[in-house]
Structure formats: structure tokens, C-alpha cells
């Protein structure tokens, strides 16, 4: 198991940190970097940064949202963040939230399994360089009635498969990420809850006539190092509340979904009920300490080493990590130093 830095978005407030983090990283001899975007800051100007600052360690979008881009000029981005990052670029996909999809790009959230379908094929078609042609139910190319015409990507990127990663929760989702990507890239991942993740992945893969391995599953996992596991979970509670509460509507918020298949459905109602009615801080106060410390790396580092055991027993390849601690670079060799004491690197 390697171990991933997750940055998450820029400009949160801790912006000046990110490059030095990712250098840090680097050094440490982490495998990737990656970087998010929801309706702030993109994720491919923040990898262009650290990949101009960095030398080895790879760079990976965590994800580039599939409502805000033709899968054309995605497969242009990964194309060009591959050459200039030397064959260090890692493409992740989601299709985000209804909220976010139909709010801020203006995009019709229907169909998210069968258009994340389409979209990876045409970006897979895109960057083997074939003229692409596509007839699909979401996206056609080049469009029939008009004088557009099937092109081909005029630049190569530096490998002849860049890796694509997706971000998948629902049962559908995740058999469509076993079948055609390759990694999966899981949030609020518990390794006591992810047997039935990974058996629909695995169902997919099959499905697609391969098997997982060199599969990559690459949970983002927030890292709290400490002496007292409790208090470093309160860190992770403004984080985890607005993930249940607050991203998506009553009705569609797959995060809370998640925590209800988990076996935290009581806590996740009321986490959401009080986030909604902007009760932040009781929103916080909800969430239950035993749902962090499932999906966390919390206390001193022998308790994270025990818990890097059952991350790699769990089928977990990379694991990023999310320093959320005053000294994040200490918790980055902190988490170094509790794989090696795990022994599954």
C-alpha cells in the first residue's frame, strides 16, 4: 500500500501550505498529489502549479467535474497536464451533485451512470488519438447536422494510457468504475463497511472480463495524529457535517446515503436535519465520534498504523491521506512512519 496526499480545494484558507505540503510529500516519497474542484477553485491550475514545482511525484485530479467540461477538452487537459508533468498525470472523473450540476454549470443531473459511460469512452477514444465519432443517449460527435467533422487530438500525451479514476457511491456507479477505469476513488471509505463497495466493483470488472488486479483503490482518509484519538476527531467534524448535511439536497445527498448503508442512519438524518436549518454547530455536534474514527486515521501513530493494517486487509492500494492538523507536514511524516511500523508498504 502507498500512501497519497489529498489537498483537497484550493482557497480554503490554506492555500500557502498546498505547494510546500506536495514538495514535502515528494520528498517523503509519497505516490501522487491530488487536488479537487466543486464551484471555487479548478483542479487542473492547482496540479499545473505542483507539477511545475515538482519532479516525481505523480498528480491526480480528484476529480475534474464531468458537467463542466466536453469530454473533448477533458481529454485535451489530461493530455497536455501528462506531457507537460512528464507522464505524471492521473485523471479522475465525477459527476459531481445535482446541486452543483444544475446550479452552478447548468447541467441536467439525469443519467449520471450512463453518461459517466459515455463520457470516459469518448475521452478514452480522444486519447489514443482516433478521430472520434460517438452516437450516444448524451453526447454526440461530431453533431449530424452540421459541418463539424470527426478530428483527431492533434497532441499525444506522454504515456499511451493515462490512468482514469472514478469517483463512485452508489451500487451502479461503482460496478461501472470496476468495469471500465482503473481506480476507484472512494470517500468516507471504512474498511469494516467496504466488503459490499468492493463486491460491486469487482462485479463490474468481472463483468468487463478482467480482474482487479493492479486495480488501484485510493480512499481519501483524513489524518489527525494526537495523543487522544476523541479530540482529534473533533477536527474532522466540520468536514464530515457538511459532507452529510450540507452537500446535495434532502432528498439527494449520496454522502448521507452512505453513512445510512454504514449503519448510521438516526445520525445522519439529524446531522442533516440541523445542517439545513443552519444549525452548523449542532450539525457538528451530531455527527457520531464512531463514524470518524470508521473513516479516519485518528490518535497517536501506533492506533494509525493498526488502522493502515485494515485499510490494505480491505483491498485499499493508495491510501491519501488529508492532514486536517496545525502541523500537517509533521502529520505527513507521521503517517510515513506508521506505514512503515504497519508493515504493509
Known amino acids: 500500500m ?16 498546498h505547494l510546500a505540503l ?7 516519497g509519497y505516490a501522487v498529489v491530488w487536488a479537487a474542484e466543486a464551484y471555487g477553485s479548478d483542479a487542473v491550475t492547482v496540479l499545473t502549479w505542483i507539477a511545475a514545482r515538482t519532479s516525481r511525484i505523480d498528480v491526480g485530479a480528484a476529480v475534474l467535474q464531468i458537467p463542466a467540461r466536453t469530454p473533448a477538452m477533458t481529454a485535451m487537459t489530461a493530455a497536455t497536464l501528462d506531457t507537460l508533468s512528464g507522464g505524471r498525470f492521473r485523471l479522475g472523473l465525477g459527476v459531481s451533485g445535482p446541486q452543483v450540476s444544475e446550479g452552478w454549470h447548468g447541467v441536467r443531473f439525469t443519467s449520471p451512470v450512463s453518461r459517466t459511460r459515455e463520457y470516459a ?8 488519438r482516433e478521430r472520434v465519432r460517438f452516437a450516444g443517449e448524451h453526447f454526440t460527435l461530431p453533431l449530424p447536422d452540421g459541418p463539424g467533422k470527426a478530428l483527431r487530438m492533434t497532441v499525444r500525451p506522454a504515456r499511451k494510457h493515462v490512468p482514469l479514476y472514478l469517483a463512485a457511491i452508489g451500487p451502479k456507479n461503482l460496478e461501472l468504475t470496476g468495469e471500465i477505469a482503473d481506480g476507484w476513488l472512494p470517500v468516507f471509505f471504512s474498511p469494516a463497511h467496504a466488503g459490499e463497495q468492493l463486491a460491486h ?15 488501484d483503490v485510493v480512499p481519501s482518509v483524513p489524518l489527525v495524529p494526537g495523543d487522544d484519538w476523541r479530540a482529534c476527531a473533533d477536527a474532522v467534524r466540520g468536514y464530515a457535517a457538511l459532507y452529510l448535511g450540507g452537500m446535495g439536497s434532502k432528498e439527494k445527498n449520496f454522502y448521507n446515503r452512505l453513512a445510512c448503508r454504514m449503519g448510521f442512519a438516526a445520525e445522519a438524518a439529524e446531522v442533516q436535519e440541523k445542517y439545513l436549518a443552519g444549525d452548523r454547530a449542532g450539525a457538528m455536534a451530531a455527527v457520531p465520534p464512531e463514524f470518524l474514527d470508521a473513516t479516519s ?3 497517536p501513530k501506533e492506533r494509525i498504523a493498526e488502522k493502515m493494517k485494515e485499510y490494505a486487509e480491505a483491498g485499499v492500494t493508495t491510501l491519501s491521506v488529508s492532514p486536517y492538523s496545525p502541523e500537517p507536514a509533521a502529520a505527513l511524516r507521521t503517517a510515513v512512519e506508521a506505514l512503515d511500523l504497519a508493515g504493509v508498504a
Open 22 to 28: 506536495a514538495k514535502h510529500a515528494e520528498e517523503l
Open 201 to 215: 466493483v469487482r462485479a463490474g470488472a468481472e463483468r468487463a472480463g478482467r480482474g482487479l488486479d493492479g486495480f
Open 2 to 17: 502507498r500512501l497519497g496526499l489529498n489537498l483537497g480545494y484550493w482557497g480554503m484558507g490554506n492555500d500557502p501550505a
Open 297 to 299: 486515521l485518528l490518535g
Open 121 to 128: 469512452s469518448i475521452v478514452r477514444s480522444a486519447l489514443r
